[in-house]
């Protein structure tokens, strides 16, 4: 059974930081292309980033987080990272990894779809407030 578990959500100031996890498992992270989505209070929900598989390397974000947030993995761990930094209230939702594989394999095309992931995560909230 697939199950990604985010963590690492909470209150952080303005222009502070916050790490989130996705946590995998019946699962190998790197065999697919992993997306953070984010869905903020009466919006849809929005791409924030994708990353490939290790061999396909790259990494791709939304205009409004670029600069401020970075995808990471660690492959031992099985394990993904949202770096978070600078943080603004229009950051403020709840946030998502999903992973995906079918019609692109690992790679991010369309990654801004959800249709392109099969597996989600329940979410971790981010609020962004003085």
């Known amino acids: 059974q697939v199950q990604l578990v985010e963590s690492g959500g909470g209150l952080a100031q303005p222009g502070g930081s916050l790490r989130l996890s996705c946590a995998a498992s019946g699962l190998t992270l790197d065999y697919y292309r992993i997306g953070w989505f984010r869905q903020a209070p009466g919006k849809e929900r929005e791409g924030v980033g994708c990353?490939?598989?290790?061999?396909?390397?790259?990494?791709y974000y939304a205009t409004s987080v670029k600069g401020r947030f970075t995808i990471s993995r660690d492959n031992a761990k099985n394990t993904l990272y949202l770096q978070m930094n600078g943080l603004k209230p229009e950051d403020t939702a709840v946030y998502y990894c999903?992973?995906?594989?079918?019609?692109?394999?690992?790679?991010?095309?369309?990654?801004?779809?959800?249709?392109?992931?099969?597996?989600w995560g329940q979410g971790t909230q981010v609020t962004v407030s003085s």
């Open positions: 990353i490939t598989s290790r061999r396909e390397g790259g990494t």
């Open positions: 999903a992973a995906g594989y079918q019609q692109y394999g690992s790679t991010c095309i369309l990654w801004t779809r959800e249709s392109q992931f099969e597996y």
